[in-house]
C-alpha cells in the first residue's frame, strides 16, 4: 500500500510545475479569475496582446520600417475597403496598360464629345484636342477597347483634313487592323469617310488578300463592308480574286468590262476547270466554317453555278441547305466578353439567334438566287426540311421584297402541300387583311390566284423565279429532245406517240425544271381551296371592301377574287363571288356627298379603275353593279373618274351589258354630258 501510495505522490509532484507556470497560483484559482473576467476578453485574448505591438501614428520604430508596417495595416470600414480595392485596380491597369492614363483622358473627352446637344463649336474642339492627344501613337489607340471609339468619333466629326491624317498614319497598318476584333471598326469608319481616292487604293491593297480575309471571322466583315461602298468595276476586282489563280497573281488582267463569269472565261482564255478547282477551293472553307451571309459570297456563288458541273454544283448545294436551316452564328456568346458586350450580345441573340441563315441570306438579290436554286433542285426531304425551318418567320418573309419571292418560290415547287398548308399557309391566315394591303406580302397570295402574272411580278422578279442551276436542268433539256424527236417521227408515221414508259420518263423529266412533280393546278387548289384560304380571304374582303377597294395594292387581289382567279381556281365559291360583287355594288349605292371625310368609290383614283376593270372582265357584276347602284342615277355619275365606270358599259365584249346600260348612257352622250376618250370609239350603232 506505501508503494502505491508513494507512485501517487510522485505524479501529484509532476503536476506542480505546470501549475506554476500560470503565475505560481493554483489552478482553481486561476479558474476562479478566469470565471470572474468578462466574455469579450476570452475570445480576444491574442488581440489584446498584440495591441502592445501597434505602431502610433509620429513615433518611429527602433529599426526604421514604419513605412512598411503602415502599408500592411488593413482597411477595416466598407468604404476604406472599396477605395484600397479601387488604388489596387489602378495599379494592374497601369502595369498592363501602357497608354493608361492618356485612354482616362480621352474617355473623358469622349463623353463630352458624343452628346447630341453640344454645340458644333465645342464639339470640334473636343476632337481637336484628343486628336492631339493620339498624335503618333494611332496605331495603338486603334486596338484598344476603349480608345478605338473616341478615335472612331473623331473621324465621324473631325474636319477633312484631319481625317486624311489620320488615314495616312494608319494606311501601313490598315490590312492588319482589319483583322483585329476592336480596330475593324475603325477601318469601317475611316472607309465610310473616305475619298474615292483613299476607297480605290484600299480596294488595291486588298489585291491577293481577299480569300484569306474573307476566311477570317473579323477580315471578312471588311471585304462585305468594301463590297457594299465599292462601284461596279470595283466590286468586279473584289470578286476576280475568286475566280482564278491567274487573276489573284497578277494584277492587270483583273481589269475588264465584263461582268458575267462565262464571258471572263472566254475574254482572257482561262480554262474552265481551273477555274473551278480554284471557286471550289475558296467556297469550300467558307461552306465549312458557315460564312454565307456575305453579299461577295452570294455573287461569287450564283456566278459558281452558271460554270459548274454537274457533281460540283449538286456537292455546294447539298452543303449549303443544312446551313440554311441552321440557326444564326452571329449572336453566340462568348466566355471572354465583358459584361457590357456580353449583354448587347444577349439583345442581339433574343432578336436574331432563332433566325435560320436562310432568312439573313435573302437580304441581297443574290442571296434570294441562292435561296431559290436550292429550294429548286433539293430532295423531297430536304425541302421538308426548309419548310420547317421557316416556321415562325413566315410574317417577316412575307412582308419582305425579297422574302415573300421565297415564299411564291415554296408555293410553286414544293409537293408536299399538308405540310406547307401546316406551316406557311396556317401562319398567313392570321394576317390576311394585313397581307392584302401590303405591297410586299399581296404577292403570295396573288401567285396561288393568277401565278407568275407580270401585273403583279417585275421582270427582275420572274427571272429570279425561272431560275435553274444549268447542270442540273440538262436533263431537262434532253428529254425535250426526245420529245421533239417523238413529235417529228409521230408526224412521219414511224413511232406511234403513246403513253408508254419512254414518254411518261420525258415528260416527269421535264417537270423537275419547276422543281416538283405535282400538276401545278392541283398544287394551287390545295393550298387555296382545300387549306380554307380562299374562304377567309373572300370574308377578310368582304368585311373590309371599302378600306381595300381605295388601296392601290388591295385592290388587286378584290379582282382575282371577283373573276374567280386564273384556270376558274375558284369556281367552288359562286355564292362567295356573289356576295362580293354586292359588297362592292352596295358601296357604289351610297349617295354622292360633299361632306363625307373619303371620297367615293366611283370617284376614288383606284376603285374606280378596278370597277372598270370588273365590267369589262365580268358580266355577272356588270349586271349587279347596274341594278344596285346605277339604274337612273347616271347623270350623276357623268363627269370625273366615274365617267370611265359609265363608259365601261359600252366598251365591254357583252352584249348583254350594252343592251343593258345604253339605253340610259346613249342620250347623256348625245347631248354631251359623258363624253369618251378621244383614243377610243364607242359604237353607236346597235
Known sequence: MAAVGEVGGSKKRKREPSAAKGGGKPKSTQLKNAASKPAK????????????????PGKPTKS??????????????????????????ETRKKRRKPNYNLEKELASLWEKMRCYNVDKHARSEFVSEALRKMNGKFVEIAGSHVAARVLQTCVKYCAQEERDAVFEALRP??????????AVHLVKKLLDHASKKQLEWFISSLHGHVTSLLRHSVGSAVIDYVFHLANGSQKQILLMEMYSTELQLFKDLAFTNSGRLVDIISKLGLQKSSVLQHM????????????????????ALTEFFTIADKSSAADVIQQLLPLLVRESASAEESPHLSAPEMQKKRRIKNKNVKEPLLVRMIRTRDGLKICILCV??????????????IKGHVRKLSLDQLGSLLLVCVLSVVDDTKLVAKIVIRELQTMLKELVMDKNGRRTLL????????????????ACLSLSVPSLSAQVEEAEDFMEIGLEQCQNGEVPMTDNENSEVGRKS????????????????????ESGLAEG????????VGELLRSNFAKEVIYELAVGGSDSILQSFADRMDALHKAIASQAALPKTNDSQEEHILENFHSSRLIRKLILDSPGFAATLWKMALDGKCHVWAQGHSCKVLLAFLESSASEVKDLAKPELQPLMDRGVLKAPESKLVEKGG
Do not use: W
Open 280 to 299: 471550289m477551293s475558296v467556297i469550300q472553307p467558307l461552306l465549312e466554317k458557315g460564312i454565307v451571309d456575305l453579299s461577295i459570297i452570294h455573287k
Open 64 to 89: 526604421g520600417d514604419d513605412a512598411t508596417v503602415q502599408a500592411k495595416k488593413e482597411p477595416k470600414t466598407p468604404r476604406e475597403r472599396r477605395l484600397a480595392a479601387k488604388e489596387m485596380a
Open 447 to 462: 401567285q396561288l390566284l393568277h401565278p407568275q402574272c407580270s401585273r403583279y411580278f417585275a421582270p427582275e422578279d420572274l
Open 376 to 389: 429548286k433542285h433539293a430532295s423531297a426531304k430536304e425541302r421538308k426540311k426548309v419548310i420547317k425551318g
Open 173 to 182: 497598318h490598315l490590312l492588319a487592323l482589319s483583322r483585329k476584333k476592336y
Open 537 to 544: 380571304l373572300f370574308e377578310t374582303c368582304i368585311d373590309n
Open 510 to 529: 421535264v417537270q423537275l425544271d419547276t422543281g416538283g412533280k405535282k400538276d401545278s393546278f392541283r398544287r394551287r387548289y390545295e393550298l387555296m381551296v
Open 41 to 56: 476578453l476570452k475570445t480576444q485574448g491574442f488581440k489584446k496582446l498584440s495591441k502592445a505591438f501597434e505602431l502610433k
